[in-house]
């Protein structure tokens, strides 16, 4: 007879709460109790859990009562909000916000890369941001054959790291220009159909925004580098959910590119597409809906005999986001 | 009086030759006869200058008698073909194709960074490629401050790269996506709507591509920077008509950001938008139909203390391509 866990999703009818629902089913965690939880705006909608409808209830500090654990799909404010009663009803809060990444009592989590650190959690697990997971994961194996001294990354991000209203937006975007309608950009500064936009986030330190920031944090904590050094542009494509990453990185010793393909082609979570005569390599329409990085265009750094360049790809919904969520989960569970 | 000067458009019927057409008029080129040539396919074809219609003809080996300049904007093979009889007669040809560009006898020229190589010429001036003249575009001005040592680029290219056929394959595209259907790419190796494609041109060395090579292999004659190293990731995005690329650039010197920003704000055919509290940055929609590279987004590289960030966007048609061959026509009449 196996163990079920009562499980909360808070925020769960966002575009990542959605997910994370189907994570559930499809990692076929075993869940007594599920608790769909919203603001009182969403309260009152019905979804469905294993083909059983489930009503979407509002979230208050008495809604984690009983709870083993609590995925959280919300704003930094609504984690901050809610994580004293989740802890105080000691349930492990797995929390996509990025309130707690940087908190050194909270581990960030990529269960390929440091599973290990989730168990050193007090009550909350951050996951980490999307653009820097599939980077992670995309780069972790060579980090595994010579440390990773500094990278360069350019990302192209998909409308859904915006949530449903990137992806509402593009596809009315789109037909707007089918019918000779000027786009009204409401979630994005700019209109993003068949634009890009090099501003994710807000402004942090030195010019760089809050987004290109989390690249050079979040990495140093998941890879336990604290002087890896990353420059990072953040730029939004006209693409719905995989994100791309165009990543120059330097390791402290020579590694060939060889070298480079096989640690990643045995790597969990990763597929090595590397194969250009072969019209192989990663695009983010292949690479969607599904929850495995993909990596290639791996060739020397013709800058600096230590740097490789590669180009991978990764839903970000999924492993960007709810798929990595239930990952930590399942491993909690399983341990 | 003022001189006039007979000219031909190779390759007239393309993007890149329309374009070419219109450029003439913009910047006022004192036209005497112009002869406007393609293949047989497309001959026949009427097509305006400065508001009279002009019939496009056959180009053959005959059609260059009498001509000051050629612009050429057609294949390598076809600009292989027909160099010799424009040499022949005596006229300038200014080639859009890469069949000479690293050719000794051949000046390779962007007119605000290296307009006095131009005159070196031998009958053949090349033009360059066009995230080539784009990027060099954005960095010339920090070039002159301290020499560049080396460059990160990862590029968003615009479908107009692909010509004609590129364009009308995105809006096919979106079309059938409208519509339900799922799209059939032909210029393109994979669907472009919607998704991004690191791959563009044919396999060079070391696993980079033609067109990612260039950047090197042409910004090294470009520059003067004969031991320039480039790490180049190119990569076609669903945008009409503007190039954009993130750039990472080590100078000798260490130049502040400041500095940066003050030598590009007066450099010729660049222009600064980088003020991100203003939402001022460049973006392919805002900056294409015009000839200006706009720069922004200009940032300390986390990685070096003698590196430099920037995002760069211009017009692929324009400055990446016709507007540039008709600046160096423009120069070499006016000198």
Redesign the interface.
Known sequence: MSKCFNIAVLGATGAVGRQMIECLEEYKIPVGKLSLLASARSAGQTLTFNGKPVVVEEATEKSFEGMNFVLGAVSNAMSKAFAPAIVKAGAVFIDNSSAFRQDPDCPLVVPEINGEDAFKNKGIISNPNCSTIITLMAVAAINKVSPIK???A?T?QAVSGAGQGGLVE?ETE??D??NGKKPQPKVF???IA??????IGS?SE????TEEMKM?NEGRKILHLPNL???C?C?R????RSH?I?V?L?TERKVS?EEARKAISVFPGCRLADD??G?N??????TSNQDIVYV?????????PN?L?L?CCGDQIRKGAAANAVQILKLMIEK
Request: aromatic share 8%; no cysteine; charged share 20%.
């Open positions: 500094n990278m360069i350019s192209y593009l789109l037909d220009i089918h500064p700019h209109q068949m634009n890009v936009i090099p501003f402004m030195a010019d760089y925004t050079q050094t990353v420059s542009t730029v494509v006209p693409v719905m791309s165009s120059v330097r590119v250009m005569d019209r390599y990663p695009t983010p329409l292949d290639g265009r791996i060739r020397e750094d013709l800058t600096d740097g360049n180009w």
